[in-house]
């Protein structure tokens, strides 16, 4: 089993940063993809970006250019480097790892993003 813990959601103006943190009960870097997705009121839950074990990276189209995921392995945590934020971007943020078999995933309780115009 794995838990994934995400902090570092909140309030914020439109323009604004935010990085969200996702803490690994154990490390799981070399196996899972690690990923953070978002759902919004009525909307289905949605990719933002993720990072392969081995290192590459992917985003979704709304988010290219400014938001960045990241890894630091010795601390088990995934982060997310918000910025330029948007009303659109007001969501519920979720840790995923998904193991490349598809033999387990993992999710996260979320964390509550709100950007204000």
């Known amino acids: 089993q794995v838990q994934l813990a995400e902090s570092g959601g909140g309030l914020v103006q439109s323009g604004g940063s935010l990085r969200l943190s996702c803490a690994a009960s154990r490390s799981i870097f070399s196996i899972y993809r690690m990923g953070w997705y978002r759902q919004a009121p009525g909307k289905q839950r949605e990719l933002v970006a993720d990072?392969?074990?081995?290192?590459?990276?992917n985003y979704a189209d709304p988010v290219k250019g400014r938001f960045t995921i990241s890894r630091e392995n010795t601390k088990n945590t995934v982060y997310l480097q918000m910025n330029s934020l948007k009303p659109e971007d007001t969501a519920v943020y979720y840790c995923?790892?998904?193991?490349?078999?598809?033999?387990?995933?993992?999710w996260g309780q979320g964390t509550q993003v709100i950007v204000s115009s």
């Open positions: 990072i392969t074990s081995g290192g590459r990276l």
């Open positions: 995923n790892a998904d193991h490349p078999l598809g033999s387990s995933m993992y």
